[in-house]
């Protein structure tokens, strides 16, 4: 369990972490979201005391980790993947770990075999790639066998494989009933790895909240409605949903989105006007929808003049264009996402670009 | 990625899902002293290259320019005079002594520029428990490298040279006092990269303390500064190493072990600084 209560950092005139609270149970992966900069890494430091909070406190098991008695025991933490001394070898750096915290030698072995990095334990670390040092550093937050554990982007520069496994290893520490804190600028990874949701923005909190929670809360949940391909069915249902009151916003594929009306409203009016309906879908906006119209919003709360001007405009202004047709979509800024998945991937791993085609069947089948 | 594309093996392997107080017989939860600190310090020297570098480079500047300085005697058949035979040893040491402030330097500061310091913290957050330890493994192991080349070299250099027995005071100057000395300078060394936290600037700054009293004196050419002049004669750190030998560069000055004590309280008051440094700022 963590628990902060007030925590603020400043450096000098900025302020990184600004009067947050929060608390992390055990049992559940709870991700740690925020844009770059915006106090994560910050948080975690001073979660491990290596920072001092310029106010408010944070707790591990209701003690300040420095007056934490048997630390390594209680806490393990992967705060920088970089962080070890390049010319020492990947076991004899778990070793000087191990000694430090009065763990036995055999742990060693027993963490380089979790994180699979046995064959290489003799190797100096500056020869390995980001991927084995973050298995590294992970391996080093798992030695003292911890109730709590920190990652800080625990996924940087894994593949495919080792974000699998890393997320299956949370997933299972949480269910051991510890406590794991995960930071991540990756929602998609999120959404797949963690139960509840910590999101700061400029060092502020935004949302505590699970993920479903935070999913329902966030999006603007919208309709999809296909209709048969001619031109002039589509001019009608358009035409009848605007009149109701809807938005409409054609798709890239030929669908609509329909926004403001709901379900039974749609399939009225489509009948009222003589329309065929092919495919009519609720949908559910994904984490990095929800996760963008937070963020955006804190951007929003802390500019000072005016603060609609040079931001980026909200993602779904779903409204025709007039008189553009229907067949030339307007460009939209999340346009790069409709690009068919990669043949041969599989729709776990994460893209590096989300498919949102990919997150919509796993959203509908929920 | 060296690992297969099988199933993730589950973290622990031979473990009850760890409650607390319920770990494996053979790994009794216990809670960590100085004692680990230094075992874990000693790991850490040991395996990093910079290490035999830098020892072994002092224990080459010391062997090889005390036995120069000795055949070379010999062959010119040159007379010592007064001089001690141990005393040939001194400009091997003055040279090698850089090797150990730059260990010192680097024992710490490495740390600091790697970013190991975090990770090392995030598992003893004792500030001082690690400082402590790695000032008592640093300090050992350059006492007794340095005490026992020192010794190896007066061995071989008494044996070149057939000059006066050296006495037992001499020798305890030469071997244990020398060894002692440059000890200390390192463990000064390690202080100050503890505080700068930035191997070479703290390496810049300590060959500035050794070097820089004796350079200021040198050109110190009017009458006026002519006091502090000699007391950066006597009191430079080249001054100070030499009067173990019996031989001050300067015949007034502190002598022999006064020198040992001088820098005792120097690094004392220096370590003190780290101390306090280290537990009040963040990492």
Redesign the interface.
Known sequence: MIEAVGLTKRYGAKTAVDNLSFQVRPGAVTGFLGPNGSGKSTTM?MI?????PTAGRVTVGGHP?????????Q?G?L??A????????AR?HL??????????T??VD?VL??V??Q??AKRRSSGF?L??GQ?L?IA?A????P?VLLFDEPVNGL?P??I??VR??MK??AS???TVFVSSHLMSEMALTADHLIVIGRGQLLSDMSVKDFISANSADFARVRVPPEPEQREKLTAALTEAGGRVMPEPDGALRVTGLPLPRISDLAHGAGVRLWQLSPHQASLEEAYMRMTQGAVDYRSTADAKEGLVPPPPPYELPPDSGLAQPPELPQRGWYAPPPPGRSPAAPAPSPHPTERETSEESR | MTTPAAPPPPPYPDRSPGRDGEQAPSAPVRTPGLGDAVASEWTKIRSVRSTVWTLGVMVLLLLGVGLLTAVAIRAADADLQDEPVLSLGFFGVLLGSICVITLGVLTIASEYGTGLIRTTLAVCPSRSRVLIAKSIVFFLLSFTVTTVTAGVVGVLQTAILDGGTPTAGEWLGATVGVGLYVALLGLLALALGAVVRHSAGAITIMIGVVLLPLVLAMFMFTDTLDSVRQVLFEYSIPSQLASLYDTPITLSGPSGWDSVLILTCVTAVAMGAALASQDRRDV
């Open positions: 430091r491990v005391g290596l920072d001092r980790f420095r007056s934490l008695p048997n630390a390594p025991r806490v933490a705060l920088d970089k962080a070890v001394h390049g010319g020492r070898s004899n070793l000087s770990l191990a000694q430090l915290a009065g763990i036995p055999a742990r027993e075999g979790v699979g990095l064959d290489v790639s991927g084995m298995r550093g080093a798992l030695l003292g066998d109730r593949d494989e080792g699998h496994w299956n290893l299972q520490l051991e009933g510890r």
